[in-house]
């Protein structure tokens, strides 16, 4: 089990298993955010599309989806609503 600092609990907690995009981003979040809060990530994403029903496919929804795990994960910005 790899440990890091979270940089969004503020903990050293257990690294996640692999990284959640081949981007920059999805580089970024392994190297900083710990395996519990990309699952709080994930709940709070899966509410995102079914409260605003999107279509996660659809480009203004991964705008959408990107722009709130950002806010949600290193508080970058204000939380978004969908226009």
Same mark, same amino acid.
Request: aromatic share 12%; charged share 20%.
């Given at each position: 089990?790899?440990?890091?600092? &979270?940089?969004?609990?503020?903990?050293?907690?257990?690294? +996640?298993?692999?990284?959640?995009? =081949?981007?920059?981003?999805? @580089?970024?979040?392994?190297?900083?955010?710990?395996?519990? &809060?990309?699952?709080?990530?994930?709940?709070?994403?899966? +509410?995102?599309?079914?409260?605003? =029903?999107?279509?996660?496919? @659809?480009?203004?929804?991964?705008?959408?989806?990107?722009?709130?795990?950002?806010?949600?994960?290193?508080?970058?910005?204000?939380?978004?609503?969908?226009?």
């Amino acid at each position: 089990m790899t440990t890091i600092h &979270c940089a969004r609990c503020g903990q050293d907690r257990e690294r +996640q298993a692999f990284k959640p995009f =081949g981007t920059e981003l999805g @580089q970024r979040i392994y190297d900083s955010i710990c395996k519990g &809060c990309w699952g709080e990530w994930l709940k709070t994403q899966q +509410q995102l599309i079914n409260h605003y =029903g999107l279509i996660p496919y @659809q480009p203004s929804a991964k705008e959408f989806l990107l722009r709130n795990m950002e806010q949600f994960l290193f508080e970058q910005g204000a939380p978004d609503s969908i226009a």
